[in-house]
């Protein structure tokens, strides 16, 4: 029996590895060191700490386009994630609360889900009554980012500079994002 339960969990592991979105390896996913600093995860001519961040045209899950330089003006939250990854489902309700209290406080909060399927993400917001910005990112956005692991936070500045990076930073690192949040509002 306890053998038989080994090979479903094994085999269930297996499935989730083939069926998973995008490119991203699940070691990359999953590395156990912690959060990345921007400077160790933003190495690609695309993204870079100190640099205007690439614009991107995506849609939102009810098919309306998006892009990036509509937020040109104010403070950016643009956060990578899934459905099915366990940093970002510890995240995303503080990325609600800052999505509730982003307009007040002059910054906008846009996520993109690299799941395959916008249903999967749409059904999953509605469970969770999550309301913020959703946009359906592919392969080729990831590359652009320099998305290598999830979450993937950027914080871009009013002038569309990207100032900080954190990438698997799950719970422990909220803390974290709200300081830089008000960094960044305080320089205004």
């Not at 912690?34 to 995860?41: D, H, S, V, Y």
């Not at 399927?117 to 392969?139: A, Q, W």
């Not at 871009?156 to 799950?170: N, P």
Request: charged share 25%.
């Amino acid at each position: 029996m306890i053998i038989r339960l080994n090979y479903i969990i094994i085999l269930m592991v297996i499935c989730m590895i083939i069926f998973e979105t995008g490119n991203l390896s699940a070691l990359e996913k999953y590395k156990p060191d912690g959060p990345k600093t921007a400077e160790e995860i933003s190495n690609t001519p695309q993204v870079k700490v100190g640099k205007p961040i690439p614009d991107m045209k995506l849609t939102d899950l009810e098919g309306k386009t998006v892009s990036l330089s509509d937020c040109r003006g104010t403070i950016v939250v643009l956060e990578f994630w899934a459905t099915w990854c366990p940093d970002c489902r510890e995240v995303l309700p503080h990325l609600q609360t800052l999505s509730d209290t982003s307009g007040d406080a002059g910054f906008s909060v846009v996520t993109v889900s690299v799941d395959t399927r916008p249903e999967t993400v749409r059904t999953f917001m509605k469970e969770n009554g999550y309301s913020f910005t959703v946009l359906h990112g592919g392969i080729n956005v990831r590359e652009m980012f320099a998305v290598k692991a999830i979450p993937t936070l950027y914080l871009i500045d009013r002038k569309g500079v990207l100032r900080s990076t954190l990438v698997e930073y799950g719970s422990r690192g909220t803390e974290e994002v709200d300081r830089k949040i008000r960094q960044l509002i305080d320089e205004n």
